[in-house]
């Protein structure tokens, strides 16, 4: 059996108890000082003080056992954190990490005024990463995603999800479905699946959305299911996209089906999609920048965890969701950040921490459990990752520095030193490593 022992970190944040965290058990992270956890093979062992876990270890302190990353006696490798914090694995519980091309050119345009809504209406915004990943290889969407999950890793984030929706035609769809699958089977982080079909509405289908969506129903999604390409099925309910009607009867069937449901809602307009949401039995409902007041109370009731895509209302110059109203309500609230080639090209977590942090009046406690247990519950797997307990899997994070309140402090900058992935080092940070400067004479 492989053993590891990450010992005497300053702060051990442990995100443990029920989940999701609902209202104010958002700012209990199960804080421990002087905190260690024992890693046996991919699992947790055992989390607690340094102390504490020496003696079940069979550690001596004094005893010379413990210098860091050497073999013991009783089988650890240890792992010295002291001057550092240790966390779970984060958990980007909302990308669109795999497409084909770029949209560059549709930033500037809103940096010059144009909205989302305007350029998607005039050909750009979704559909047109349409052709560009139709036309991509299997091969290529893995090459590129492969890239991208890396640098999700180098922020600590352990597990993401990722949709479809840039094919909105068979082959398309179940091949970023595919790609995937692929990278999850090939790559350390653990990768979420969503079938996002209906996307956005093709010109061919425009006053046909139904007839679009009973296509995806019918000829697409039982592929899905059968080969096991998505746990989610997913909707972007939006004013001039699929409205309320036809996304309830698309969830309704998908869920039919056997799909979990996600909704994006309520982004740009107050549609009653997180009303939709609670009343469909949705995971969660992402964006929701425009939720209604009523709204936020149906999710809160029904337990539908309010995904929030601070970035992406950041890059939109919009105001961001209300994520205090949500948490004083009673709402479970994860961050995510929406990876996609559109409305917001970031991945970066220590951008979510400053957002969450400094405009959304959310503690740093309320942002890491955002960030881990609730992202895990928006993903159905927080009886296995999301939290450092025992029996969970061993998705480990740590930072350079002694304690959470550095998160949002060194603003934007990211302080991940180590990740630990099912047990195993699977990103090291060299800090220092520049290359040797040469002088010429
Ligand atoms: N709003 C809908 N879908 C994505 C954007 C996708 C794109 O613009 O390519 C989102 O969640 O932000
Ligand atoms: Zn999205």
């Given amino acids: 059996m492989k053993k590891l022992y990450i010992r005497r970190a300053s702060e051990l944040v442990t995100c443990r108890g029920s989940a999701p965290k609902k209202g104010a058990e958002m700012a209990d992270i199960g804080l421990i000082k002087n905190g260690g956890v024992l890693i046996h093979d991919d699992r947790i062992f055992a989390v607690g003080t340094t102390e504490e876990l020496d003696l079940l270890a069979g550690f001596e302190e004094g005893s010379g056992q413990v210098d860091a990353c050497t073999e013991t006696a009783s089988g650890y490798t240890v792992l010295d954190a002291s001057g550092k914090t240790v966390l779970p694995g984060f958990v980007d519980s909302h990308t669109h990490f795999i497409f084909g091309g770029y949209r560059a050119e549709e930033f500037s345009w809103r940096l010059k005024g144009d909205t989302y809504m305007s350029i998607m209406e005039r050909g750009g915004g979704i559909n047109a990463t349409v052709g560009p990943t139709r036309d991509a290889s299997i091969q290529e969407l893995v090459s590129v995603g492969r890239e991208r999950v890396n640098r999700m890793l180098e922020f600590g984030v352990t597990t993401v999800e990722g949709k479809s929706g840039y094919g909105m035609d068979r082959n398309t769809e179940l091949k970023q479905l595919r790609a995937m699958k692929e990278l999850d089977a090939s790559h350390p982080v653990d990768i979420v699946t969503t079938f996002l079909g209906p996307h956005s509405v093709l010109p061919q289908y425009k006053g046909k959305e139904r007839e679009f969506i009973d296509m995806l129903l019918q000829d697409v999604m039982p592929v899905v299911k059968e080969e096991g390409l998505a746990e989610f099925a997913d ?149 296995s990752i999301g939290s450092l307990e025992k029996g969970k899997k061993a998705d480990v994070v740590i930072l350079k520095y002694p304690s959470i309140h550095f998160m949002p402090y060194h603003t934007g900058i990211n302080l991940v030193e180590t990740v630990i992935k099912n047990g195993d080092v699977a990103y090291q940070k060299e800090w220092e490593r520049l290359p040797e400067l040469k002088r010429e004479n």
């Avoid at 948490?327 to 929406?338: K, P, Q, R, T």
């Fill in 235 to 383: 909707i972007f309910c939006e004013k001039g996209v699929f409205g309320i009607e036809d996304s309830e009867y698309y969830l309704t069937r998908a869920k039919e089906m056997g799909f979990k449901l996600k909704v994006h809602a309520d982004e740009m307009n107050s549609l009653g999609g997180a009303e939709l949401a609670a009343r469909t039995g949705a995971y969660s409902a992402d964006h929701l920048l425009k939720a209604s007041d009523e709204g936020i109370r149906q999710m809160a009731k029904a337990g539908v965890i309010s995904t929030l895509l601070p970035a992406t209302a950041f890059c939109l110059k919009e105001p961001f969701a209300p994520a205090r109203k949500m948490i004083d309500s009673g709402c479970a609230v994860a961050l995510a950040s929406d990876l996609n080639p559109g409305s917001c090209f970031t991945n970066s977590i220590p951008l979510l921490i400053a957002l969450g942090c400094i405009y959304m009046n959310m503690s740093i406690e309320e942002v890491i459990t955002a960030l881990t247990i609730n992202g895990a519950a928006a993903l159905g797997r927080s009886d």
